[in-house]
């Protein structure tokens, strides 16, 4: 056979000729073996030093992380501490402060319990009358065309999408109370009947149709008293019933011709941001002030202090968001 098949793997009788099995283990082994000792060495002039450097690292982040946490609960404890000692003086920085003054409250179904029930608390401990709660319903998504259109039919919208009809509501709800503070009982704008009875059939009209509810404090009293103040309390960590955030922008804007007090006060944890909105808004945030701490007894005495102060004073934006503050200026007992 030429020589030249035989460099190819071939026997002389021209067959490929087979590796014996045995050799074929011995050599896989043997690069195996061969790479693990490789890696052993190596590791030994690079593992150390790898190692080491990482459990440093380790070390580092792990002395952080406990130098956050002890800062993390010193911050929560000055905070409880703060917030204990707000508590305190809360009678005494509110007490008196709105003695004679009469407060409407616009309140949305499903806010937290202290933004409402404790700024409602606050506003009577402070001397305050709440002539009127008017909580604002979830029927207000108008998931469904009929529920649309019976919300134009009673604020009188000739809008037809239900987006803008829900600001119609919002703005007929605010203008009509801020028509009552500014010029009490007087005639409707059509010289027909008294305001306050049209405002009382609004109100009527949406109860009963499960838009709103109303809470009076009198039933022979006028439901807007003239020189009303206005608090609209909110919010909550779910998602917002409808869209609150326009709504009570839209209210707020329509409340502000009133030439009173408004305030919005959301608390601390809710993503409705009314608070937010108003801020945000050139055409009001001059004229409505707002509380974003309003679940808290901080927010409580701001919301205070924001209405006793003089009706000259520009509104302001309190709380612990970026351009707020703690509270109000205290003003001196009378």
Known sequence: MDT?????G????????????RY?????????????????LGAGFVGDPL????????ESVNAEVREQREQIDQLRAQNDAFAEWAQAAEPWAIDGRLNGRDV???AVDGADDGVV??????????????????TLGAKFALESGPEADQLATIVESVEQKPSDVLMDAAGAMGEGAASLALDGGGPTESGEGSSQVAYSELLRLLEEEDFISVARNSDEGEVVPDDSSFVIAGGNATTQPFNVTAFIRRLSAGLTAGETDVVVTESSSSQWNMATAVREDA???????????GESALGH??????????????????GTDDGTRPLPDLPPLD
Request: charged share 15%; hydrophobic share 50%; glycine share 6%.
């Open 301 to 318: 005495v701001a919301l205070v202090l924001v209405l006793s102060e003089p009706p000259s004073n520009p509104a302001g934006h309190f």
């Open 10 to 21: 071939l026997d002389p009788n021209g067959d490929l000729r087979m590796i014996d099995f």
């Open 4 to 8: 030249a098949f035989a460099d190819l």
């Open 117 to 134: 029930d404790g700024s409602i608390g606050a506003l009577e401990d402070a001397g305050a009358t709440i002539v009127t709660q008017i």
């Open 283 to 293: 055409e009001i945030n001059e004229t409505v002030s707002t509380v974003d701490t």
């Open 24 to 40: 074929l283990v011995v050599t896989i082994i043997s690069i195996f073996l061969a790479l693990t000792v490789g890696i052993m």
């Open 104 to 106: 409407v409250v616009f």
């Open 51 to 58: 190692a080491r450097d990482l459990e440093n690292r380790i």
